[in-house]
T-cell receptor, first 115, second 109 residues
Framework: IAGITQAPTSQILAAGRRMTLRCTQD?????MYWYRQDLGLGLRLIHY???????GKGEVPDGYSVSRANTDDFPLTLASAVPSQTSVYFC??????????????FGPGTRLTVL | GQNIDQPTEMTATEGAIVQINCTYQ??????LFWYQQHAGEAPTFLSY????GLEEKGRFSSFLSRSKGYSYLLLKELQMKDSASYLC??????????FGAGTTVTVRA
């Protein structure tokens, strides 16, 4: 692996089903993030983790949960999917969550459709 | 909340220059980023400004005025491959990124 990967690439899901989007990075970055991208709204932060073992809520956390058991993995779970969660989901990571350039590196995204 | 504004679309001719403006109002400020995103792909980092002034990186330059809450991304010698969305993002006082909706740039031959 080189960089940050996400799985699945795309998924069609029935409303009410549980779904976990996977994200793995091999850069040993401390901070990881989940965003959703919707047309006309840009990227919005769902949840974040500044370091393994800690998580925090972003701008649009309702209906989503995350865990950060180790440095590399940051799964996003939809407990009971609803159509409004249809979106493209991007996972990102950065060396740390503080100042400096510390740009975020993005995974290829997961396109999720909830019917 | 955060408020980041940038134009929705811009069109320019190959070889020309395009300037994408971004204005922002955020709770605290810890830097401004520009990302490029080709259709169907992930955003990729272009530039970072934290102090006022111009940062130049090859054909791309980014400018910041913190007192005006204003930045621009300048793309020179436009190439067809520059057709993409350009995202302005501000890192706030909690070190979280807030993104604008993005500017879609179309380069015509």
């Amino acid at each position: 692996i080189a960089g940050i990967t996400q799985a699945p690439t795309s998924q069609i899901l029935a409303a009410g089903r549980r779904m976990t989007l996977r994200c793995t990075q091999d850069m040993r970055h401390n901070a990881m993030y989940w965003y959703r991208q919707d047309l006309g709204l840009g990227l919005r932060l769902i949840h974040y983790s500044n370091t393994a073992g800690t998580t925090g809520k972003g701008e649009v956390p309702d209906g989503y949960s995350v865990s950060r058991a180790n440095t590399d993995d940051f799964p996003l779970t939809l407990a009971s999917a609803v159509p409004s969660q249809t979106s493209v989901y991007f996972c990102a990571s950065s060396d740390d969550a503080s100042g400096g350039a510390n740009e975020q590196f993005f995974g290829p995204g997961t396109r999720l459709t909830v019917l | 909340g955060q408020n980041i504004d940038q134009p929705t679309e811009m069109t320019a001719t190959e070889g020309a220059i395009v300037q994408i403006n971004c204005t922002y109002q955020t709770s605290g400020f810890n830097g401004l980023f520009w990302y490029q995103q080709h259709a169907g792909e992930a955003p990729t980092f272009l530039s970072y400004n934290v102090l006022d002034g111009l940062e130049e990186k090859g054909r791309f330059s980014s400018f910041l005025s913190r007192s005006k809450g204003y930045s621009y991304l300048l793309l020179k010698e436009l190439q067809m491959k520059d057709s993409a969305s350009y995202l302005c993002a501000v890192r706030d006082g909690d070190y979280k990124l807030s993104f604008g909706a993005g500017t879609t740039v179309t380069v015509r031959a």
